[in-house]
């Protein structure tokens, strides 16, 4: 079993920015593909990101240029760095390790109002 625990969301106005981390319980998350999902009120959770084990990244065309996503193996962390916020990235943001199927956190809300 493998748990991730999500920290860093909140409160921020439009055109802010916030840094989502993701912390694995076990070291083996430095060998699976880890990623941010998230899931507005009333919408389909949907994909944001994903960082491959080696370092290669694939983003939602929506957040490409305003989102980053980075990990750090040695600390079993992934990371979201989201820029330039807008009202509509509103949603519950979940950290997944190994695809759909595999493991997901409780998610952190992340609320971009004025």
């Known amino acids: 079993q493998v748990q991730l625990v999500e920290s860093g969301g909140g409160l921020v106005q439009p055109g802010g920015s916030l840094t989502l981390s993701c912390a694995a319980s076990?070291?083996?998350?430095?060998?699976?593909?880890m990623a941010w999902y998230r899931q507005a009120p009333g919408k389909q959770r949907e994909l944001v990101a994903a960082?491959?084990?080696?370092?290669?990244?694939n983003y939602a065309d929506s957040m490409k240029g305003r989102f980053t996503i980075s990990r750090d193996n040695a600390k079993n962390t992934v990371y979201l760095q989201m820029n330039s916020l807008k009202p509509e990235d509103t949603a519950v943001y979940y950290c997944?390790?190994?695809?759909?199927?595999?493991?997901w956190g409780k998610g952190t809300l992340v609320t971009v109002s004025s």
């Open positions: 076990r070291n083996i998350a430095s060998i699976y593909t």
């Open positions: 960082i491959t084990s080696g370092g290669s990244t």
């Open positions: 997944n390790l190994d695809g759909p199927a595999g493991y």
